[in-house]
């Protein structure tokens, strides 16, 4: 396959672009085949994006994805085309924009609806300075769902600030009508006129038979077609916006030519591009929820089959939300557009009624729980923990302040492999632990995980965050059952006491091992909760161990171990306390274990780490 450049791109003809977006649909499936990534979202966007780089200047003129899973083919095009084999690999391509990687990538972006503002600072910028080029942004596909996109869109209107937005229209961020997109007609549809005008009209067609109810089901549709071709113009200048569209999102030159006259335009443009996420791959077509961010997979028999390994924390969580929703009808589920990697969707097929998809709207969600907590309802919250940080003020004052007995799955924390800075769950320990009221557990297996879940279910205070990450769910079994406070002692010892949050029972008895050989006798305990931890034990264990040694999956300022060090520090306890905890820096794009081990979280480095402090 040729390297294309985007000089190539300018001078192409239009069977060039074709055979050109052919060879990119290709790249990008054989890539993720292999390696994983989001597949459907920039199979969708791959002629918009030609048509963007033959209209635009990538350099003089700002273009920015919102969110950036949409920027495959525009890595590719720009300057990464015989480095994309390593998406999403160590030193190798991003997945998301990234503008270390690239002077093409003006802006990192791996969450959603921020685009639009950031577009904002870019074009006040241009306005203020003189300087040229235009802004372009990309968003839709889900970000037109959150909050900040609508924020944006307001100011940027109100200011009237001269930039370009593309809302890609994959049909998954607009329905037909949402909130106030049918405000004007709902007016109208409302008034008494129009009751008594729709049901003379229906009365009377209906007197002419079959040819009456031909005319009325024309008319619905002729209706439908209207709405939908005149609620998004009306709703987006109603912003400030000049409207465009709606347009081909995979006619390449009919959005060439929409971008051209955008450009003659000095004031807010949007252009309304219609595409279809998945395109030219027909499991991804069919499919688009489970390709959007797809693990690796093959292509067998006529059949596409993802590489599945053992059940994950997530499968967990989604059979035993779906048993207590079985045993209780107060139970119900929440997420923001993130059902299937949080195995939700089971739930959300048996009890659709119970059921809350709230879009990337973080916020709405976490505000939403708490009110329906503190009227009687069990919500149940299933969301990332990179995404957790985006509703902190309402998980303050809508949840803690109350005690509202709300329960947060907070999936995918810790260290994340693959998917770079942008989607790391490392920041939820600490930034909760100073929050009164909140409770913080981890679970060390899938017994522990389920065991857990149902605990939280009868709880009456709260908020409460079960913590784990994006890793198969080890199988082992704790027979003691989960208390408030209470940790549970997997071995005791008298040197030592090796304490643990999470996923790290195999590697403590690892240690363990090891310190034995040197006649070392570690106990090692698995903390269960890291607030409250259990206080009575740990005071124990500094008492009686020449040794603490804790162990945890997240950044170690204000995190667990700290919390353990300040509480030996106020009993005036000489017992030294080693921390082993993630290093408080964004990590790069690479595999979970490799990250842990950077930051001294394996067997090797914690039992060297605890022979030199005793030696000492």
């Given at each position: 396959m040729q390297t294309k450049d985007l000089n190539f791109i300018k001078t192409a003809n239009d069977q060039q672009l074709k055979q050109l977006c052919i060879e990119l649909r290709n790249m990008i499936i054989n890539t993720v085949s292999l390696h994983g990534g989001h597949l459907s979202s920039n199979l969708g966007v791959i002629e918009l994006t030609v048509a963007l780089l033959k209209s635009f200047d990538p350099i003089k003129d700002d273009i920015l994805f919102d969110v950036g899973h949409q920027s495959y083919a525009y890595k590719i095009l720009c300057d990464r085309w015989d480095q994309f084999s390593s998406l999403r690999q160590e030193n190798g391509i991003?997945?998301?924009?990234?503008?270390?990687?690239?002077?093409?990538?003006?802006?990192?972006?791996?969450?959603?609806?921020?685009?639009?503002?950031?577009?904002?600072?870019?074009?006040?910028?241009?306005?203020?300075?003189?300087?040229?080029?235009?802004?372009?942004?990309?968003?839709?596909d889900g970000s037109i769902t959150g909050g900040e996109a609508f924020e944006s869109l307001n100011n940027i209107g109100h200011q009237q600030l001269p930039l370009?937005?593309?809302?890609?229209d994959n049909e998954m961020s607009i329905s037909q009508n949402v909130g106030a997109m049918a405000k004007s007609f709902s007016r109208f549809r409302s008034s008494q006129t129009y009751h008594k005008l729709?049901?003379?009209?229906?009365?009377?067609?209906?007197?002419?038979?079959?040819?009456?109810?031909?005319?009325?089901?024309?008319?619905?549709?002729?209706?439908?077609?209207?709405?939908?071709?005149?609620?998004?113009?009306?709703?987006?200048?109603?912003?400030?916006?000049?409207?465009?569209?709606?347009?081909?999102?995979?006619?390449?030159?009919?959005?060439?030519?929409?971008?051209?006259?955008?450009?003659?335009?000095?004031?807010?443009?949007?252009?309304?591009?219609?595409?279809?996420?998945?395109?030219?791959?027909?499991?991804?077509?069919?499919?688009?929820?489970?390709?959007h961010s797809s693990p690796s997979f093959i292509i067998e028999n006529k059949c596409c089959?993802?590489?599945?390994?053992?059940?994950?924390f997530s499968q967990i969580f989604g059979k035993t939300l779906l048993e207590l929703a079985q045993e209780n009808h107060k139970v119900v589920g929440l997420t923001a557009a993130m059902s299937e990697g949080l195995s939700m969707c089971e739930f959300s097929r048996h009890f659709p009624d119970r059921f809350f998809d709230c879009g990337i709207a973080e916020q709405h969600m976490v505000s939403s729980a708490s009110g329906m907590a503190h009227k009687g309802l069990r919500p149940f919250v299933g969301i990332y923990a990179t995404f957790l940080q985006r509703a902190y003020d309402q998980i303050i004052h809508d949840c803690s302040i109350l005690q509202e007995p709300v329960v947060?799955?907070?999936?995918?924390?810790?260290?994340?492999?693959?998917?770079?800075?942008?989607?790391?769950?490392?920041?939820?320990?600490?930034?909760?632990?100073?929050?009164p009221n909140t409770i913080l557990m981890a679970p060390s297996n899938?017994?522990?995980?389920?065991?857990?879940?149902?605990?939280?279910?009868?709880?009456?205070?709260?908020?409460?965050?079960?913590?784990?990450?994006?890793?198969?769910?080890?199988?082992?079994?704790?027979?003691?059952?989960?208390?408030?406070a209470k940790a549970s002692i997997l071995k005791e010892g008298k040197d030592i006491s090796l304490i643990f949050l999470g996923p790290f029972r195999e590697l403590s008895f690892q240690v363990s091992e090891m310190l034995l050989k040197q006649n070392i006798h570690a106990q090692i305990i698995n903390a269960r909760f890291a607030k409250p931890f259990d206080q009575e034990l740990i005071?124990?264990?500094?008492?009686?161990?020449?040794?603490?040694?804790?162990?945890?999956?997240?950044?170690?300022?204000?995190g667990f171990g700290h919390l353990i060090n300040t509480f030996v520090t106020k009993y005036k306890l000489k017992t030294p306390v080693l921390n082993f905890a993630l290093a408080s820096q964004f990590p790069t794009t690479m595999k979970r274990q490799k990250i842990l081990e950077l930051s001294g979280i394996s067997v090797d480095n914690i039992y060297q780490s605890i022979l030199k402090k005793l030696e000492s």
């Open positions: 991003s997945g998301f924009p990234d503008p270390r990687e690239s002077p093409y990538d003006k802006f990192i972006s791996g969450h959603s609806s921020t685009s639009l503002a950031v577009a904002s600072g870019f074009a006040i910028q241009k306005k203020l300075e003189n300087v040229p080029g235009h802004t372009i942004v990309i968003f839709g370009i937005a593309i809302l890609n729709r049901t003379s009209y229906k009365y009377h067609l209906r007197q002419w038979g079959s040819f009456g109810s031909f005319l009325e089901k024309l008319g619905e549709k002729a209706k439908s077609m209207v709405k939908q071709a005149l609620f998004p113009e009306m709703f987006f200048e109603e912003f400030g916006f000049f409207y465009i569209g709606p347009v081909d999102g995979h006619n390449i030159s009919e959005m060439c030519e929409m971008f051209q006259r955008a450009k003659t335009i000095n004031k807010p443009v949007l252009i309304h591009v219609y595409t279809r996420k998945g395109k030219g791959f027909h499991y991804a077509e069919n499919n688009p929820v489970l390709f089959k993802t590489n599945a390994g053992n059940e994950t947060f799955a907070v999936d995918r924390a810790g260290a994340v492999s693959d998917d770079g800075p942008t989607h790391q769950g490392i920041f939820d320990l600490c930034s909760l632990i100073p929050i899938a017994d522990e995980l389920s065991k857990m879940l149902k605990w939280a279910s009868i709880q009456d205070k709260g908020p409460l965050f079960i913590r784990y990450p994006k890793e198969c769910a080890p199988q082992d079994f704790d027979p003691h059952p989960i208390e408030l005071l124990r264990c500094a008492q009686d161990s020449r040794l603490l040694a804790t162990i945890e999956d997240g950044v170690i300022e204000g």
